[in-house]
């Protein structure tokens, strides 16, 4: 999924890239909130992760105007400030949840991957397709119980149409939602990915529909 970091502190912000990206993310970070707000109206992100203290545009303010121009994407407020008013402005102003510094990065993670199953409406709990099991939370793959390593890339894709089961996905729209803004969003490499997760995974998971894009099937009860 497609995350973005708002935070001024550049040490703190690289290690939750960092800690996010090795989970299969696709993250930027923006240092002020005039980067934030830009990016977050511009980029298809999934989620934002929000600090209030940002310099030259607040953090609230970002929120609000992300808020004012529709933008849907999940945000969780990450900041020093620990006051209940504070927790009750973010919320007001559209954050989906709220953590206070200092933190523990598993609970981060955690917290990330609530908010991403929770905008998620039709993604299951656990994904089971013939001898493959998934656990779209985590993205821990077994095949026959045998665990199956994913690169980053590889799990970002089944990642992103797990929580888009059932509805055909274009190339240039798992490249927007699986590269961050630096990134080289060479539609052409989707391919590469979706070839070596059939592989991986087995050919019937991922269907191709020529022109359209990939999909993967909502699983029969």
Sequence with gaps: MRILIAEDDEVLGQQVRRALAADGHAVDLATNGVDAAHLGAHEPYDLAILDLGLPVLDGLSVLRRWREE??????????????????????????????TKPFHMPELSARVRALLRRRSQTGPAL???????????????????????????????????LHNL?????????????????????????AVFVA??????????????????????????
Aim: charged share 30%; aromatic share 6%; hydrophobic share 40%.
């Design 166 to 190: 059932g509805r055909m996905v274009s190339r240039a729209e798992l490249s927007d939602h699986i590269y961050d803004y630096d990134g080289d969003r060479d539609s052409n490499t989707i």
């Design 127 to 161: 994904f089971r397709h013939g001898d493959v099991t998934v656990d779209p939370a985590t993205m821990r793959c077994l095949r026959d119980g045998m665990t199956v390593d994913l690169t980053a890339q590889e799990a970002a894709v089944l990642s992103y149409l």
């Design 196 to 221: 070596r997760l059939r592989k991986k995974l087995g050919h019937d998971l991922i269907h191709t529909t020529r022109g359209r894009g990939y999909m993967i099937d909502v699983p029969v009860a």
């Design 70 to 99: 529709r933008r849907d994407m999940a945000v969780l407020i990450l900041t020093a400030r620990d006051g209940w008013t504070a927790k009750v402005d973010g919320l007001d102003a559209g954050a989906d949840d709220y953590m």
